[in-house]
């Protein structure tokens, strides 16, 4: 009887052990399913994002000068005028592209506004700029302190934000790599107000 008995407790144990390491088992494989779901989840977080970023790297923008005619054509007292070429190369729309500034090369500020240039003047900025399209906007930026005019290809570098398809606003300084912009950062940092946009 004493036999029967301590082969019973001894066989329990080992049902036990079985039971325990069955659900040790079972909580490990789901432990690395988890993981494996996380992985691939931020795997295709960060491959979105860096489409996302591939197509915000499509919209750029950069400076044009007057040409040798227009400067002889100037009247005296005529601002002086460059123009920002906001061009979109990437597969959709963009909404609301602005110039939101201008980095000062020596650390000072810049202030600007959009000026008329010729006998059409400027029509405004678009609401949309389709695939392929550029807004070309006159401005007159002026740094404090002053720069030479022959600064402006070397080292001025425009601010500039538009709004995706997918209703992100981004952000550009230069040819660097876009930042998005969030609704407390939406407002753009400087020009003048009606040509701000609102989103």
């Given at each position: 009887m004493l036999a029967v008995t301590v082969a019973l407790r001894i066989s329990q144990r080992e049902a036990d052990a079985a039971e325990a390491r069955r659900r040790a088992d079972k909580m490990e494989a789901e432990q690395l399913r988890r993981a494996d779901k996380n992985e691939a989840e931020e795997r295709q977080r960060a491959e979105k994002a860096e489409r996302e970023l591939s197509q915000a790297r499509l919209v750029v923008a950069v400076i044009d000068y007057p040409s040798p005619e227009?400067?002889?054509a100037r009247r005296p007292g005529d601002e002086d005028v460059i123009f920002?070429?906001?061009t979109n190369y990437s597969e959709s729309h963009i909404f609301h592209p602005r110039v939101e500034g201008?980095?000062?090369q020596n650390g000072g500020t810049?202030?600007?506004?959009?000026?008329?240039w010729d006998e059409s003047g400027y029509e405004g900025p678009p609401d949309v700029l389709p695939t392929g399209q550029t807004d070309k906007i006159p401005v007159n930026p002026t740094f404090d302190p002053p720069i030479t005019s022959d600064m402006y290809p070397m080292r001025t570098k425009v601010i500039f934000g538009y709004?995706?398809?997918a209703?992100?606003?981004w952000r550009r300084i230069g040819q660097a790599t876009p930042e998005r912009v969030y609704p407390e950062g939406t407002f753009q940092i400087g020009g003048p107000y009606w040509y701000r946009a609102d989103s």
């Open positions: 227009q400067e002889i920002v070429r906001i201008f980095v000062h810049v202030t600007w506004d959009i000026v008329e709004t995706d398809v209703g992100r606003r």
